[in-house]
């Protein structure tokens, strides 16, 4: 049996090699470079890095900008994450039932995804421009002040989430519109035979049904949102005053712009750490809250 057990190992073993090579020089060697980086300090030029220990992460916890960064990046998940999750669901409802053009309309709401974030950004941008740009254009046709949307550090986050949530609620519809049409008929209509209406067959049924779809979509989403750049990028390069600026905009700047390669380094320590405590709190919560059938 240990014979029969061990050869069964290497079998496994070989079958996840082809997998693990690349995952291994393209993953844990960076990841293995970019913590020893951390512990540096080197200005990506000079030939010589300067061993420094732990001044790096210990500067990090004394910067003001580390933790701004930190607040915008949990604001930016949040302002993400909840209103893509709960329009892709409204989205999915909406056209799960038979509707005339119903096609349509499913590839008019997923098109944002699969355009690059570059053009939709710089779009975005025209529509954001203060004077003649089609958002302050609707906001003076209904009577009000025009917005500095990405000028003003009180609305330049928002702009950017705008963005964010125009383009992901899409792909959430597709994954939420197959989850639906998986939940099996009869237990719809067992709960509407007990006289469970629209809204009670909903939150009764379909939501725990397809809370495993729930559930995936948040960590990716949240993924998703720890690691956004491109919208910060093109719209708002981080400001006004660090108003938009995340954890990776602040990697970005410390390493391609101050040329400060340990701080950096320490800074995407800091993001993978947080990323992977996220995930672990989620694992922990979709065990209790998340409904396999």
Same mark, same amino acid.
Request: proline residues 5%; hydrophobic residues 55%.
């Given at each position: =049996?240990?014979?029969?057990?061990?050869?069964?190992?290497?079998?496994?073993?070989?079958?996840?090699?082809?997998? =693990?090579?690349?995952?291994?020089? &393209?993953?844990?060697?960076?990841?293995?470079?970019?913590?020893?980086?951390?512990? #540096?300090?080197?200005?990506? =030029?000079?030939?010589?890095?300067?061993?420094?220990? +732990?001044?790096?992460?210990?500067?990090?916890?004394?910067?003001?900008?580390?933790?701004?960064?930190?607040?915008?990046?949990?604001? &930016?998940?949040?302002?993400?994450?909840?209103?893509?999750?709960?329009?892709?669901?409204?989205?999915?409802?909406?056209?799960? *039932?038979?509707?005339?053009?119903?096609? &349509?309309?499913?590839?008019? =709401?997923? $098109?944002?995804?699969?355009?690059?974030?570059?053009?939709?950004?710089?779009?975005?941008?025209?529509?954001?421009?203060?004077?003649?740009?089609?958002?302050?254009?609707?906001?003076?046709?209904?009577?009000?002040?025009?917005?500095?949307?990405?000028?003003?550090?009180?609305?330049?986050?928002?702009?950017?989430?705008?963005?964010?949530?125009?383009?992901?609620?899409?792909?959430?519809?597709?994954?939420?519109?197959?989850? +639906?049409?998986?939940?099996? $008929?009869?237990?719809?209509?067992?709960?509407? +035979?007990?006289?469970?209406?629209?809204?009670?067959?909903?939150?009764?049924?379909?939501?725990?049904?397809?809370?495993?779809?729930?559930?995936?979509? /948040? /960590?990716?989403?949240?993924?998703?949102? #720890?690691?956004?750049?491109?919208?910060?990028?093109?719209?708002?390069?981080? *400001?006004?005053?660090?108003?938009?600026?995340?954890?990776?905009?602040?990697?970005?700047?410390?390493? &391609?712009?101050?040329?400060?390669?340990?701080?950096?380094?320490?800074?995407?320590?800091?993001?993978?750490? *947080?990323?992977?405590?996220?995930?672990?709190?989620?694992?922990?919560?979709?065990?209790?809250?998340?409904?396999?059938?």
């Amino acid at each position: =049996m240990n014979r029969f057990r061990l050869g069964g190992e290497l079998k496994a073993l070989l079958f996840t090699l082809p997998a =693990m090579v690349p995952l291994t020089l &393209f993953w844990f060697v960076p990841l293995g470079y970019v913590v020893y980086l951390s512990f #540096m300090e080197w200005d990506f =030029m000079s030939p010589d890095k300067l061993f420094v220990g +732990l001044d790096n992460y210990r500067n990090l916890l004394v910067d003001p900008a580390f933790y701004q960064a930190l607040r915008v990046t949990a604001l &930016f998940c949040l302002g993400s994450v909840v209103p893509v999750i709960v329009i892709g669901l409204s989205l999915a409802l909406l056209f799960n *039932g038979r509707m005339r053009a119903g096609a &349509f309309y499913r590839l008019l =709401m997923f $098109s944002p995804w699969v355009t690059p974030t570059v053009a939709v950004s710089i779009v975005w941008s025209w529509i954001y421009e203060p004077e003649v740009g089609l958002a302050n254009s609707v906001l003076r046709g209904v009577g009000l002040d025009g917005i500095r949307w990405l000028q003003d550090p009180q609305w330049a986050l928002v702009g950017v989430l705008i963005v964010t949530v125009w383009k992901s609620a899409g792909w959430c519809m597709i994954f939420y519109l197959v989850a +639906l049409r998986n939940i099996p $008929s009869d237990l719809l209509e067992a709960a509407q +035979l007990d006289g469970a209406g629209g809204l009670r067959k909903l939150v009764s049924v379909t939501l725990p049904l397809i809370s495993p779809t729930t559930f995936f979509l /948040i /960590i990716v989403q949240l993924i998703q949102a #720890m690691q956004a750049y491109d919208q910060i990028n093109v719209l708002t390069q981080g *400001g006004p005053a660090g108003s938009t600026r995340t954890l990776l905009y602040l990697y970005y700047q410390s390493a &391609f712009d101050a040329f400060r390669i340990g701080e950096a380094s320490s800074v995407a320590i800091a993001l993978i750490v *947080g990323c992977v405590l996220l995930s672990l709190v989620s694992f922990v919560v979709g065990r209790r809250t998340v409904h396999y059938s």
